[in-house]
């Protein structure tokens, strides 16, 4: 998608600090930081939100996931998976996203 900010961040036409990156995920350091770590990972095909993943799209998911845990394993004290759905629980970005949160202690609830 042209106007889609991951998707240029995905195509490497907008600069990223890439943590990991595979055949269908990146992973990049968030350039506003709700956390000592923060990073968003997003498939590089470009899916609205959870909201819009489909039968076929479980190996991606696979992936994802993947890449959040290796990202969480060297955090110490815990880390925290998250995704927005809808403008209305936070969602700026319309392409499928998770946060990997770590790097100090999380409250709960988180919002």
Request: net charge negative; hydrophobic share 50%.
């Amino acid at each position: 998608m042209a106007d889609c900010l991951f998707c240029s961040i995905a195509a490497g036409d907008i600069p990223a600090d890439v943590v990991i990156e595979t055949d269908d995920v990146i992973a990049f350091n968030d350039i506003n930081p709700a956390a000592p770590t923060h990073v968003l990972l997003i498939p590089k095909r470009h899916i609205g939100s959870v909201a819009e993943l489909e039968a076929g799209d479980s190996d991606l998911l696979a992936a994802l996931f993947e890449v959040a845990t290796q990202i969480g394993r060297d955090l110490v004290g815990g880390w925290r998976l998250v995704t927005n759905v809808g403008p209305d629980a936070g969602q700026s970005v319309f392409h499928l996203h998770f946060h990997v949160l770590g790097g100090r202690a999380l409250s709960w609830p988180p919002g």
